[in-house]
């Protein structure tokens, strides 16, 4: 299994010489990905625009996002920053996709959120037809999801939780896989939050980056991993569970994080 | 940290004992609304695992229990007449009045305080605490004063709970015809005295028998009477016993604040899996080892330890709510499995709950798995069987030497398919469908130990398409595609050619394809033939309301189904693919695939192979391991034709399991190389 680690687009206060030299260490480190999320009503950078960035300052690296908000934008609006964003990095590029949790978004971004999962296929099946070189990742879960992700993409990209959801998750793509009679299997990417610096400030970010979920920010804040065993069992968990990609996302925008990161993982 | 408990049960009762324990400065008050002795419900069933968890958690609670336990390691299920018993499963049960008793007595001895006749209406009425536990129920009181985003929706039979002086030693589950459907009990003994029976029966034969209507004394009667022989002359005995529906208790979240869900008030099973009070108690664990982690000295403290909770039971108890639904379901259906013979209605309701494998019932019970694998193989004076996935088929007068099919490398396999196969040149998938089966190795397949089966297909509205390795229903650049055919002018999915609306020339020639196809497959030596009416393909789309306006819509594939009925071999099996069920709103439904399923076997398939699906693109799949053998099972049962099954089976446990229970005849496997 490769583990990548997020880029602190979504914490407030990153700069843009905070991101570049984050991805920069990232390159050298020990990670496969430098991978980002997509919020629109939020203290955040823009995903493209900050893999954009890391494309600028890294070689080696995989770009992704995971995920970003497909319907948030045009089909053709999205697949020309997926392509540029290729371009950029010379094809390191993946681009994971999903209908996202939040509402207020499509609102900010005048997208009807009812029709979310036909437009996310639309985008899909057009990014398919026009360009077949991007890695495509769809996360979601529900049956739809599984199923949209087994037509177009090559794999799928978990939500995050526990070793447990992640392998439940993995069998209900395996099967969609084959009920599509798609060769071979999906690839499979997880994710985690962490924090080893300052556990109380990183928690508290995902209080608040959740908070549109009510008390389930609660439960996402208290899976932060926040130790080098939390994050080192976490790690086994996913591997076991046959996860091809395992994504680390900073909950706190230090550029120690990093460095702290790798030594753990190394 | 002072504690509120509403609700008397195991779970408030546990909770308390098991806090106090780990910290005898907590001030824990219980409110129950009835008196210490009132209760409802008679016994209570543990597994052995449960016991272990209670031995850990508090063994003065544990030895006090299984001092009272009656303990049987049987079930038994009369059935036609018959009483087949398995063994190996390893039950404990105790009254629940004697349960409740143990555990307010271990409650008052660790200082816990027990308000009995306080009824709680209003939660304001409860004093300040720190942590408020909502143990009070199904219909829980607290829950419904706070967002907890409760969903309740009725599952299985009705059913009532009734007790009896007659001491049983198994587990048994009794079926009895009656003019208006199958009514079962499920009884079991609980103490030296004294043995639980459930009746229940699906809504309409409740009605119909006039259940609905009976007073107390009647039903009591009229049970007594239909379950005579189990109850070999004791009677039934009434506790405020009601015919009611179980309700399936949901919450998307298990607490709010400083109020936390436990038990039923947080997820009910069913009665039919027997685990309500098992829950209960684990939960009362987990909530109380949370605070051993998390600590309990502020709010925050006390919020981690909630979220601890319902992170650590929520993943067990959605596994126990399928589970429960599955078992649920069983038994509202049960009456369409009357058609099987004894021991495999036994297989098929001991593994109704996806708990318990062919593997696990070896394991528990190897005789009794030993004769059902003799049965399955139609050979009860032998010693031995093989398992039932090697177990020989013969459909007409092809022999399938064993039960696996594979598309692709025929080694191990019964039966091996062909990739689809158009029948056209327009009816491909992709550029590299093949068309016609003139060029496929059937030689190799048989050298290989193998039958040999051809799959015809016409696309339909999902051709012209890029090939699978770079996703489905991708179509074609338009100078590279194909013209399409459908039911209707309607295109399959997102960018998607519009087909055109098959007319009468078309359907001609389609079908005489399909009939030139298979009287090919019988040259080039195919042993069966598979017509492909699923999953959006040129004949499922005649099949689906979303895209057949028409009111016939087996006219044409019935039409082709003849015409390749005349031009193969009449002694050779004749195989449907067919989408069940559309699963999206407003088409077809599995009652449309049974009737379809039925139809088709009338006109001369030997088998239906069971798909979902994919009628159009944006559906609502429930995948996950297993995800046919459900519908399979309906279509073999309430269709009364076998069955081939995929729906992502990964172990040859899973499959033997399928087989043995009778829901499929035949297993696709998905092996990973």
Redesign the interface.
């Known amino acids: 299994m490769k583990v990548g680690i997020g880029l602190p687009n979504t914490t407030p206060d990153a700069t843009g010489r905070l991101l570049a030299e984050w991805a920069r260490r990232a390159d050298d480190g020990p990670f496969s990905t430098v991978a980002v999320l997509d919020r629109l009503v939020y203290d955040s950078v823009e995903p493209f625009a900050a893999l954009a960035a890391a494309a600028a300052v890294t070689e080696r690296v995989r770009l992704a996002t995971n995920i970003a908000i497909g319907p948030l934008r045009s089909a053709a609006m999205l697949a020309k920053q997926a392509d540029s964003v290729a371009r950029l990095s010379d094809g390191r590029f993946t681009l994971g996709l999903g209908v996202g949790a939040r509402r207020d978004d499509y609102t900010a971004a005048e997208a009807d959120h009812h029709t979310r999962?036909?437009r996310l296929?639309?985008q899909?099946?057009?990014l398919?037809?026009e360009n077949?070189d991007i890695e495509l990742l769809v996360g979601g879960s529900?049956?739809?999801a599984?199923?949209r992700m087994?037509?177009?993409?090559d794999g799928f990209a978990h939500g995050g939780g526990?070793p447990?959801?992640f392998a439940?998750a993995a069998?209900?793509?395996?099967?969609?896989w084959?009920?599509?009679?798609?060769?071979?299997?999906p690839k499979l990417w997880g994710q985690g939050y962490f924090a080893l610096g300052d556990p109380d400030r990183g928690s508290a970010y995902l209080r608040d980056y959740y908070a549109f979920t009510?008390?389930?920010a609660?439960?996402i804040?208290?899976?932060n991993l926040t130790s080098a065993r939390a994050i080192k069992d976490f790690v086994r968990g996913y591997a076991a569970e046959g996860c091809d990609e395992l994504i680390l996302f900073p909950t706190v925008a230090d550029l120690d994080e990093v460095d702290r990161l790798a030594e753990v993982l190394a | 940290m002072k504690v509120c408990v509403l609700g008397a049960g195991p779970a408030g009762l546990y909770l308390s004992i098991l806090l106090k324990r780990a910290d005898p400065a907590h001030e824990i008050e219980i409110f129950e609304r009835n008196a210490p002795g009132a209760t409802f419900g008679w016994g209570v069933v543990f597994s052995e695992e449960t016991l272990g968890e209670l031995r850990d958690a508090d063994y003065a609670t544990f030895l006090r229990i299984t001092d009272t336990f009656a303990r049987w390691d049987a079930i038994d299920i009369r059935y036609r007449g018959e009483v087949l018993r398995s063994r190996g499963h390893g039950f404990s049960a105790i009254a629940r009045k004697k349960l409740l008793a143990i555990l307010q007595e271990r409650c008052r001895e660790l200082g816990v305080v027990l308000r009995f006749e306080t009824s709680i209406e209003d939660p304001a009425e409860l004093p300040e605490a720190d942590l408020v536990v909502a143990s009070d129920g199904v219909n829980s009181v607290l829950r419904r004063s706070r967002d907890f985003g409760t969903r309740s929706t009725p599952q299985g039979c009705k059913y009532i709970w009734y007790g009896t002086d007659l001491v049983l030693d198994a587990f048994r589950f009794s079926f009895a015809e009656t003019e208006h459907g199958l009514i079962q009990t499920h009884s079991y003994p609980f103490d030296e005295h004294t043995s639980t029976v459930i009746v229940e029966c699906p809504e309409p034969t409740w009605r119909a028998a006039g259940l609905d209507r009976m007073s107390d004394e009647e039903s009591i009667a009229f049970c007594e009477d239909l379950f005579a022989r189990d109850l070999e002359g004791h009677s039934l005995l009434s506790n405020k016993s009601a015919w009611l529906s179980f309700p399936r208790i949901r919450n998307r979240?298990w607490?709010?604040g400083n109020v936390v869900l436990l038990g039923d008030s947080a997820h009910t099973a069913h009665f039919s899996i027997g685990s309500g009070t098992k829950l209960a108690m684990e939960d009362a664990v987990s909530l109380a080892n949370a605070f051993v982690r998390h600590g309990h000295h502020d709010r925050a403290a006390i919020?981690?330890a909630l979220?601890?909770y319902?992170?650590e039971r929520r993943?067990m108890v959605d596994r126990f709510q399928q589970a429960a639904a599955d078992s649920a379901g069983y038994f509202e259906r049960v009456r369409h499995h009357t058609g099987l013979p004894p021991r495999q209605f036994a297989v098929n309701l001991l593994t109704r709950s996806g708990r318990i494998s062919h593997a696990n019932l070896a394991l528990r019970d190897p005789e009794f798995v030993r004769r059902a694998d003799l049965d399955f193989a139609g050979e009860p004076d032998r010693l031995f069987a093989p398992p039932p996935f090697l177990t020989p088929l013969q459909l007409g007068k092809a022999l399938i030497p064993n039960r696996l099919v594979v598309t692709g490398d025929p080694r191990g396999a019964g039966l091996v398919r062909t990739a689809p196969i158009a029948v056209s040149e327009d009816g491909r998938i992709t550029p590299e469908t093949q068309v016609g089966v003139a060029s496929y190795p059937v030689d190799a397949v048989h050298e290989a130990g193998a039958l040999a089966m051809a799959c015809l297909t016409h696309a339909g509205r999902r051709g012209a398409t890029?090939p699978?390795?770079?996703?489905?229903?991708?179509?074609l650049p338009p100078d590279e595609a194909w013209p399409l055919l459908s039911a209707s002018a309607v295109s399959y999915?997102?960018?998607s050619q519009v087909p055109k609306a098959a007319d009468e020339a078309d359907l001609k020639r389609i079908r005489d394809h399909f009939a030139s196809a298979a009287a090919e497959a019988a040259t080039a030596g195919f042993d069966l033939l598979e017509l492909d009416f699923a999953q959006g393909r040129l004949l499922a789309s005649f099949l689906s309301p979303l895209t057949n306006p028409a009111e016939d819509r087996l006219r044409f594939p019935l039409e082709v189904l003849s015409a390749c009925r005349e031009a193969w071999p009449e002694e050779r099996p004749l195989v449907v693919r067919l989408t069940v069920t559309d699963?999206a709103p407003r088409g077809a439904t599995i009652e449309d695939g049974v009737a379809y399923a039925r139809a088709f076997a009338e006109a001369g398939a030997s088998m239906i192979h069971v798909e979902a699906?994919?009628t159009v693109?944006?559906?609502?799949?429930?995948?996950?391991?297993g995800?046919l053998t459900a519908l399979s099972d309906r279509i073999r049962a309430e269709a009364a034709v076998p069955t081939l099954v995929?729906?992502?089976l990964t172990s040859t446990d899973e499959v033997n399991t399928v087989l043995a229970a009778g829901r499929a005849d035949l297993c696709l496997l998905?092996v990973?190389a």
């Open positions: 999962g036909e296929s639309a899909l099946a057009h398919r037809t077949t529900s049956g739809a599984f199923a087994a037509r177009y993409a526990p447990r959801a439940s069998t209900r793509a395996r099967a969609a084959h009920d599509l009679g798609r060769p071979g299997r009510g008390p389930f609660e439960t804040a208290a899976a | 979240r607490s709010d919020r981690a979220v601890h319902e992170l993943p890029r699978a390795r770079f996703g489905v229903d991708v179509p999915g997102p960018l699963w699906g994919q693109a944006e559906t609502r799949p429930v995948y996950r391991r995800f995929g729906g992502h998905d990973e």
